[in-house]
């Protein structure tokens, strides 16, 4: 018989025990390059070299959450807090847009300051100025109202990482019960927004069956977006002391997560950047698509800390977008203007 992972990219339709014997693979070299070489193809039949840029603007690190994993967790209280007012979020995209940025994504820890009026008064203001620009939401668990208002004021999609889709490992990081994200990404796909969820790689208590779980999940809800990318820790946390999540494993999770949901915009994340300086490139060489430089102000990029050691906070995003570029055309791609939607 064929190994899984020939099995797999000849028909990705798995369960789950097929996916936890395709997971065993991530340490086969031979597995491992086959599985990338048929993601790069992929991703070439539908976008060719073209890597699409998302502006993130990090506007709140308010938050009423508590996920044990998360810097900007409430109950931390040495994070410094800070809200861009909405004079902030406008020069941010300013700004990007003159660096050719086309679509913005407003990213914030879940904050009451910024109630459901509000967030609609910046989405319309945004809208407005950029009526050719995509608006990206990821701002967390809200009511089908609320994502309703949003989606009515102009937002064209949402960021909704599930983080995993076992219940028992998601009650093992946060206080809160999972379903409850699970149910948000439904309500989201079918209020029309370009939908994003996924995981992190290697977060505390995760197993093989896990991630296995998470693969059945994303072939299940069919989002236009998977964010993922390793676990790190943060030094307030009680997971401080936990190991990192794994470059090599989240490579290869980008390159299945490409065969299974072939046109999914699929990013090189910060934390993948933070793990390996040359992390980003290699994800795109696994499949990946997307990347989002920062827009946030230099002021405030260090206090958006998630997870200890993150990159690119200290540069203007006039030199983000530039180092991007580069980092792009090292390995063979091109940084695009276009909004990029899900094709
Ligand atoms: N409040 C929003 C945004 C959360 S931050 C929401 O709930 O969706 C965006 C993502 O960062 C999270 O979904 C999580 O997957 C990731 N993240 C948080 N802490 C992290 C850590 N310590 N290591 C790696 N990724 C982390």
């Known amino acids: 018989m064929k190994p899984v992972y020939e099995r797999f990219i000849e028909n990705p339709d798995f369960t789950k ?9 991530a340490e086969d070299p031979e597995a491992v390059r086959r599985l990338k070489e048929e993601a790069v193809r992929i991703r070439e039949i539908y976008y060719g070299k073209k890597v ?9 690190n308010y938050c009423k959450n508590d996920c044990y ?7 931390n209280t040495n994070a410094k807090r800070y809200r861009l007012t909405e004079d902030e979020i406008m020069a941010c995209c300013e700004n990007g847009y003159e660096l050719g940025f086309r679509t913005f994504v407003l990213q914030g820890g879940e904050d009451a300051y910024y109630t459901d009026d509000r967030m609609v008064a910046i989405i319309k203001k945004i809208k407005e100025a950029y009526p050719e620009c995509a608006l990206t939401l990821s701002i967390g668990e809200k009511s089908y109202e609320s994502y309703k208002r949003f989606r009515e004021a102009g937002a064209d999609r949402y960021l909704l990482r599930h983080e995993t889709a076992n219940e028992e490992h998601y009650r093992k990081l946060h206080p809160e019960k999972m379903s409850v994200r699970k149910n948000c990404l439904y309500d989201l796909k079918k209020l029309g927004y370009q939908v994003g969820a996924g995981m992190m790689v ?10 296995a779980e998470d693969l059945v999940f994303l ?3 069919q989002p236009e977006m998977v964010g993922i990318g390793p676990f790190i820790p943060h030094h307030d946390t009680q997971f401080a002391k936990e190991p990192a999540g794994s470059v090599e494993m989240t490579l290869f999770l980008l390159a299945v997560i ?4 072939p046109k999914v915009l699929l990013p090189a994340t910060t934390a993948l950047g933070t793990m390996d300086p040359l992390g980003r490139e290699k994800g ?15 002021k405030n990029r260090k206090q958006y800390e998630l997870y200890d ?22 390995v063979g791609y091109e940084l695009v203007t276009e909004r990029g939607d899900a094709v």
């Open 69 to 75: 994993y998360c810097g900007i967790r409430k109950s």
């Open 52 to 60: 699409f840029t998302r502006g993130l603007i990090e506007y709140t």
């Open 258 to 261: 490409r065969i299974l949901l």
């Open 202 to 211: 290697g977060s505390p208590y995760q197993t093989t069956e896990d991630l």
């Open 284 to 298: 795109l060489q696994a499949g990946a698509n997307v990347v989002m430089p920062n827009l946030s102000p230099v």
């Open 309 to 330: 050691n993150k990159i690119c906070t200290g540069e203007e995003a006039a030199e983000c977008r530039g180092c991007m570029g580069r980092r792009v055309a090292s």
């Open 17 to 25: 025990p097929d996916f936890i014997e395709l997971i065993k693979c």
């Open 219 to 221: 072939k299940e809800l």
